[in-house]
């Protein structure tokens, strides 16, 4: 992902907390790339301010551009790691707490492609 480094994915001031999972044409008929992290981001740096609203990102282009995104959960989050199913089912763990990004420990949702495209179809994007 050469481009990678200058796309316009926003990430929280803490530092990069992010996956990357590459989903190939053959897993829904289109590849794109998940980018999971925490988006939240304002001026000055904390940790325990900034590191929440935990996202789903999808680029359609390898990673130059971001047209799809679903929070997954708006409070403190932090690191994650993504991995797909042979059914093409999605499972993402990650850090996740009720004060601090990871004072509860770490959770894993799981989420199917008709929930990361939230009503529209993969011809919908460009």
């Known amino acids: 992902f050469s481009n990678f480094a200058v796309s316009p994915l926003v990430d929280c001031n803490a530092g990069t907390a992010a996956s990357i999972l590459s989903v190939p044409k053959e897993t829904h008929g289109r590849a794109f790339v998940l980018f999971t992290n925490p988006t939240h981001n304002e001026f000055g740096w904390s940790m325990f301010r900034d590191r929440k609203k935990f996202t789903a990102?999808?680029?359609?282009?390898?990673?130059?551009?971001?047209?799809?995104?679903?929070?997954?959960?708006?409070?403190?989050?932090?690191?994650?790691?993504?991995?797909?199913?042979?059914?093409?089912?999605?499972?993402?763990?990650?850090e996740k707490g009720k004060s601090f990004y990871r004072d509860t420990g770490v959770s894993i949702v799981t989420f199917n492609l008709q929930w990361l495209l939230n009503g529209k179809a993969l011809k919908d994007f460009k």
Do not use: E, H, N, Q
């Not at 999808?58 to 409070?75: C, E, M, N, Y």
């Open 57 to 94: 990102s999808v680029s359609f282009d390898d990673a130059k551009t971001w047209p799809l995104k679903r929070l997954i959960f708006p409070g403190p989050s932090g690191y994650s790691a993504s991995a797909m199913s042979k059914r093409g089912d999605f499972f993402v763990l990650y």
